[in-house]
Nanobody, 122 residues
Framework: QVQLVESGGGLVQPGGSLRLSCAAS????????MAWYRQAPGKQRELVAA??????????NYAESVKGRFTISRNNAKNTVFLQMNSLKPEDTAVYYC?????????????WGQGTQVTVSS
């Protein structure tokens, strides 16, 4: 059974930092592209950051709105992906979801965590 379990969300003041973690089980973690998405109330889910598979940690890409503030990383030995969020803004408030995706022998695999709330407010 595949599980993605997020942690690290919470309430933080503007300008503060949070580090989200997503622990994966039931998949060969190292071959999956891992990503963080977020969904604010009344808005569509959007990609925040992604990191591809690869023994050296993979390549990354970020939404324009978080570039320079957020950093995605992964630890394949611990089946965990992280999202370090600095200089947080109220507009970063959302439920953050972990995603694992891979194409294996032409079959697409796509898994989601349950989400963790991030609230940026004074």
């Amino acid at each position: 059974q595949v599980q993605l379990v997020e942690s690290g969300g919470g309430l933080v003041q503007p300008g503060g930092s949070l580090r989200l973690s997503c622990a994966a089980s039931g998949i060969v973690f190292s071959i999956y592209t891992m990503a963080w998405y977020r969904q604010a109330p009344g808005k569509q889910r959007e990609l925040v950051a992604a990191i591809t598979s690869g023994s050296s940690g993979g390549s990354t890409n970020y939404a324009e709105s978080v570039k320079g503030r957020f950093t995605i990383s992964r630890n394949n030995a611990k089946n965990t992906v992280f999202l370090q969020m600095n200089s947080l803004k109220p507009e970063d408030t959302a439920v953050y979801y972990c995603n694992a995706a891979a194409s294996i022998i032409l079959i697409e695999y796509d898994y989601w965590g349950q989400g963790t709330q991030v609230t940026v407010s004074s």
